[in-house]
């Protein structure tokens, strides 16, 4: 736990200062990023940048971010993070520093890799101390916050980016931007005590972790590769190759740990899947924006500003989701179900926008508000839960999972066949092919880690609601913006539909489950032999939504025989229920320690007493029948209240004349054991015992089912005289008769064991 050292001194209560730090570091990793884009056609001219050169600064910034990302979790996982924060705020500082008072391409291009690699090593100990910081049940109010601070700092830079500053007030910018940094790299200094070291605790397996590393970097290096050179590039290739090699060695190496319960990364495997699809999911997502958005609106001439003000509404739409995520306690399936939809049908439409400037800037930023929306819902409850399964021995290294599979997004969007399009120069045309191949990349995260009949739901009530307008309407028409709008609250409702159903199919789910389980622990299921005899029992509650009712069974062999109980308690519900378990755990106790049958019956008399007198319930009542085999010839019968016992045989069938006493809990039987009666059970003879369920069970026109007729053809024939046989048939006749049941019915049918059976 030592490795948990976070920044400050109280895991439940943060101080103020390492909540200022999350603020700045949350927005500083999104807008460092788009400003330097926006910034890089006057980088360009001052420094006489050529096209390789930047692409060159592109990839070595790329694989510099990832390999920071890990090394710095790590390094926060063994140092301690706050550690870790003040050498990357001191390392930001001097990047700010050298990039105000650049004077030459590389001093430039170097100092702009230091920027990012430190940004990423403050934003990497900042993740990691989140859940340090707070328990798992408050992570997605956390995230919550955290992640619409960074929405809303996308909204902001990305209205920024037009308006691009001369090369004088982009040193000045970024002087003043690094004494911040030295700001709060002494307000952390100060405030923060340091914190204990990782040690032991934080050992990781160096193979798995240099094959995992190796095999991203790769990866990254490749797709940034491709646009620049091609495809079939021996570098690239070697690249793609190496990175498959070590992703391998990285899966095989996982695999052989934890065969020895060694595992490297104890982070459960679905987990890490969900946390890999939904960042792809979100980087690639903000890329096909960032390019494709801008193209159609111009086309649509719309300007810079107008452009970058529809950028900007993802940022918005996110913010939006984040709060209601956090509001609301969305769940990771949740959130994946609803949202990633969402997006996809979003990005489908953004197809159909306007021809008009200002009708597309409308249609256009509410479209890309819905797409923030999605992603963000989805992603909230998502990083938390991911955030929460993390090992604490290896948290900051586990948690670069995250934001690498995001970078990695943003990559695999870069690498597509559009390096006209990564240039500036693409059409429209090529806009439209990015954001379909968006648009199926979303639905495939939507698909994989969501539930699938939700996705397909959206979608479809989307596109078909789009093209029957399109059908039925003029062209003209069907590009109006409340088409594009009817069409996505089409679909997002059929979306919730479908997932309110799914909702209620799990509970209904879970609820069988419960009445399955509950059912086990209170009625046990009759052995199909006992001692000398063979038995058969069924059950079945009226009361659908327990699984129990009033009428109880059981059978237990014991050092005095084997002894058989069936009753009905008065009353239904959860009271009979509770009724039930006191009588049954009270014969189940009692049979094994009670020699005489008689002395039984009193004891649970006595019990029901009591527990009548605990729920001050004077009128509780049961009846029931024991009988014991204990000698292997006749068997001995008490019979409190309950209906006699029937045998079926090959002369027929008979009910057995046994003396009824009261029912039990009346108290009447006092100290006096009742005596047992003897009923002869011949071979090839089936006892049946039975509740008033069976044959008080009604049809249409309110008769009674003839359970004499039931016996009487069960008799008839030597395929229905066994046991379970004969309960089958009980069961199915009884279906037969009535529409539906209105009590419960409990079935026990019992021979004798012959050695040649």
């Known amino acids: 736990m030592a490795a948990l050292a976070p920044l400050a001194t109280r895991p439940d209560r943060p101080a103020r200062p390492v909540i200022v730090a999350l603020v700045l570091v949350a927005t500083a ?45 790590r390094a926060g996982d063994v140092w301690g993070r706050r550690t870790v924060v003040l050498w990357a705020l001191g390392a930001l500082a001097a990047g700010c520093a050298v990039l105000t008072l650049a004077g030459n391409p590389w001093t ?103 094959s995992l590393v190796a095999a991203v970097v790769l990866l990254a290096a490749g797709l940034l590769l491709a646009p620049v050179r091609s495809w079939t590039d021996p570098r690239v290739l070697a690249l793609l190759t190496g990175s498959a090699a070590t992703a391998l060695a990285a899966r095989l190496r996982a695999r052989n740990r934890a065969a020895q319960r060694q595992e490297a990364v104890a982070l459960p495997r679905k987990v890490a ?85 200002t009708a597309a800037t409308v249609t256009g930023s509410v479209l890309v508000a819905v797409v923030g929306l999605g992603v963000m819902i989805a992603q909230v409850p998502q990083m938390a839960w991911f955030l929460a399964a993390l090992p604490r021995a290896s948290l900051g290294f586990s948690a670069a999972l995250h934001p690498v599979s995001i970078l990695l997004g943003t990559v695999a969007a870069q690498a597509l066949p559009y390096t006209s399009v990564l240039s500036g120069s693409a059409d429209t045309a090529d806009a439209h092919e990015l954001l379909w191949i968006g648009t199926g990349v979303v639905a495939v995260a939507a698909l994989l880690i969501g539930r699938p009949t939700v996705a397909l739901a959206v979608a479809a009530a989307a596109g078909l609601e789009y093209l029957l307008v399109l059908g039925l309407a003029s062209q003209q028409h069907a590009e109006k913006p409340i088409t594009v709008v009817i069409a996505l609250l089409i679909g997002a409702g059929a ?66 025989g084997t002894r058989i109980l069936i009753g009905d308690v008065r009353g239904k519900g959860l009271e009979a229920v509770r009724t039930v378990t006191d009588l049954l755990g009270c014969f189940r106790s009692q049979a094994h320690e009670t020699p005489d049958l008689g002395e039984l019956v009193a004891r649970m008399d006595r ?38 016992p029937l045998t079926v045989g090959p002369d027929g069938h008979r009910e057995h004349d046994v003396p009824a006493l009261l029912p039990l809990g009346l108290g009447l039987l006092g100290d006096d ?13 089936v006892l049946v015992l039975h509740t008033d369920g069976l044959s008080e069970a009604r049809n249409s026109s309110g008769e009674f089912y003839p359970l004499a007729e039931g016996l009487a053809a069960a008799g008839a024939t030597s395929r229905t005289t066994t046991p379970t046989a004969l309960v089958r048939h009980l069961e199915q006749q009884v279906h037969d008769w009535t529409h539906h049941l209105t009590d419960d019915i409990a079935i026990i049918a019992l021979t004798r064991h012959h050695p040649a059976d």
């Open 29 to 73: 990793y999104v807008m460092v990023p788009v400003l330097q884009a926006a910034a890089l056609p006057v980088v360009r001219t001052a420094f006489g940048l050529t096209p390789s050169e930047v692409a060159g600064t592109k990839i070595a910034g790329v694989l510099t971010t990832v390999v920071t990302l890990f090394a710095a979790g």
């Open 607 to 644: 019990q029901l007493v009591r527990a009548a007198a605990a729920r001050g319930d004077e009128e509780l009542f049961a009846t029931a029948l024991l009988i014991e085999d204990r000698d292997g010839q006749d068997l001995h019968v008490v019979n409190c209240g309950h209906l006699a």
């Open 495 to 560: 979306g919730l539909l479908a997932w309110q159903r799914g909702r209620t199919s799990d509970r209904l789910a879970r609820a069988r489950a419960t009445v399955g389980a509950l059912q086990d622990a209170v009625l046990h299921p009759i052995p199909a032999r006992l001692g000398r005899l063979h038995l058969a029992g069924l059950y079945q509650a009226a009361t659908a939504d327990t699984g129990i009712g009033g009428d109880f069974l059981e059978a237990v062999h014991t050092p005095y």
């Open 273 to 357: 899947a969900m946390a890999l699809a939904a960042g792809l999911a979100v980087g690639f997502t903000q890329v096909v924006l960032q390019v494709a958005v801008p193209l159609l609106t111009a086309a649509a001439g719309a300007g810079p500003a107008r452009s970058a003000l529809t950028v900007s509404a993802f940022g918005a739409g996110g913010a939006l989701g984040c709060l209601l995520a956090r509001r609301l306690r969305i769940t990771a399936l949740t959130g994946c179900t609803l949202g990633l939809p969402l997006a996809a049908v979003g990005l489908a439409l953004l197809h159909f926008l306007p021809g008009a400037a």
């Open 108 to 210: 430039y291009r170097i100092a702009h890799t230091v920027v990012n690699a430190a940004i990423a090593a403050v934003f990497i100990s900042c993740l990691a101390a989140l859940p340090a910081l707070n328990p798992p049940g408050r992570m997605t109010r956390v995230l919550g916050g955290w992640l619409a601070l960074q929405s809303l700092a996308y909204l902001v830079a990305t209205n920024l980016a037009p308006r691009s500053p001369s090369m004088l007030t982009l040193r000045l910018i970024t002087a003043v931007g690094g004494l911040v940094v030295i700001a709060v790299l002494v307000t952390v200094r100060r405030t923060t005590p340091p914190g204990p070291r990782g040690g032991a605790d934080a050992r990781l397996d160096r193979p798995f972790v240099a």
């Open 673 to 685: 054991a009742p005596e047992p009666t003897t009923v002869p059970l011949a071979d090839r003879d």
